[in-house]
């Protein structure tokens, strides 16, 4: 299977900003997505961006792909306790029919 | 509200026995999809049915079966092979008509052995 990866905590003080990285291995993905998951609780898409995309802006959010290196990024900024959750990236690739995730980022939100 | 309810919420399998997971969609999607979820791991796929009466088996089908029977229904059958059912199971779906739309999730099952 395609192999997304992405480092299993954050922790980041009230206010600052948050950024969590992911890679992936296929260069056929078509759209990336950012879920977010609180405790006992199914996932909640955030954001997505498409492959031809560099940036995304979405309030707090901004989503940044560089496709050469295959890297994504979530930035959150002035990051709240209520962030803290699980965040996973995502890709779909050309038939769209198949996700595959990463094994989810830990965010912790420092008072 | 349009949405994806998995029930029940915790569930408990004695040794040896069959338990079934219920997901029911009101999304008018085509394609559903069974999630397992261990702790500090993604997800992994199970099965999936892009079309009623048809499915496929995910990364780790072994000890798993599915029907789709309906639009509006994927359940999952943990069945006595599968020896390590103890997870959290998620279940999704998303349209196929090639469009943009992410998978929607439910709120997932919590399964345990007594």
């Known amino acids: 299977g395609e192999d997304v990866e992405q480092s299993l905590f954050l922790s980041v003080r009230e206010g600052d900003s948050s950024v969590i990285n992911c890679t992936y291995t296929d260069s056929s993905s078509t759209y990336l997505y950012w879920y977010k998951q609180e405790p006992g609780a199914g996932l909640q898409l955030l954001t997505y961006i498409f492959s031809n995309m560099d940036m995304k802006q979405d309030q707090r959010l901004t989503v940044l792909l560089n496709k050469k290196d295959k890297h994504l990024s979530l930035r959150i900024a002035d990051t709240q306790t209520g962030d803290s959750a699980i965040y996973f990236c995502a890709e779909s690739l050309y038939n769209f029919n198949k996700f595959y995730f990463g094994s989810g980022t830990k965010l912790n939100v420092k008072p | ?114």
């Open chain 2, 1 to 114: 509200d349009g949405g994806i309810t998995q029930s029940p919420k915790y569930l408990f399998r004695k040794e040896g026995q069959n338990v079934t997971l219920s997901c029911e969609q009101n999304l008018n999607h085509d394609a559903m999809y069974w999630y397992r979820q261990d702790p500090g791991q993604g997800l992994r796929l199970i099965y999936y049915s892009q079309i009623v009466n048809d499915f496929q088996k995910g990364d780790i089908a072994e000890g798993y079966s599915v029907s789709r029977e309906k639009k509006e229904s994927f359940p999952l059958t943990v069945t006595s092979a599968q020896k390590n059912p103890t997870a959290f199971y998620l279940c999704a779906s998303m349209p196929t008509d090639h469009s943009n739309q992410p998978q929607h999730f439910g709120d997932g099952t919590r399964l345990s052995i007594l």
